[in-house]
């Protein structure tokens, strides 16, 4: 009975193991599009590369502090055609600033520092021909991992213990039921 019992509890903390991790590092997949950002009607995607694990690509949150690729891929046809000016900002303090001028390609990739754990924005500001202005601002979340991964492994932890308890005090209550 007891193993049984291990059994079922390593079989639902399975099912709950991968949202967790996924909660502090979001490795995407390669045709997956989950870091939208928008400016005005025209949407950029975003995706960053840390130096340490340049292989896993993260969207709102990068595990640790130090070197990293941030990269913008402009969907929007039009976004082509105007000026983008790009910021990586933390308070007051800019990190890295791509003045404003036209990516033909869509595309831009460039290196940053995250020196502090923190929260991070990229602000993109984009200009029309005719001069109207469209800004976005995405948030970043640096070195902080771990709160979001805490809070789901103590539900699984109560969702173990809780059902312990209803599956001893139903055998107690009457003997002749089934354990489940």
Known sequence: MIGYLIGV???????????????TEYEMEPEANP?????????????????????????QEITETGGA?????AISRELRDMMMDIQIVRDTVTL????????????????????????????????????????????LSVGETGNKAYFVYILLGLAVVGLAFYIANRRRGDPESPPF
Not at 13 to 19: D, S, T, W, Y
Not at 69 to 73: G, H, K, M, Q, S
């Open 35 to 59: 870091c939208p950002l928008m400016a005005g009607p025209h949407e950029i995607l975003f995706s960053g590369y840390t130096v340490a694990m340049p292989r896993q690509q993260f969207c």
């Open 96 to 139: 890295a600033h791509l003045p404003a001028q036209k990516y033909p390609t869509g595309t831009v990739t460039f290196p940053v520092v995250f020196d502090k754990p923190g929260t991070y924005f990229v602000l993109v500001t984009v200009t029309g021909e005719h001069g109207w202005i469209d800004k976005a601002r995405f948030p």
């Open 69 to 73: 690729f941030l990269t913008l891929d």
């Open 9 to 23: 509890l390593l079989w639902i903390g399975g099912l709950f193991a991968a949202p967790a991790w996924g909660a």
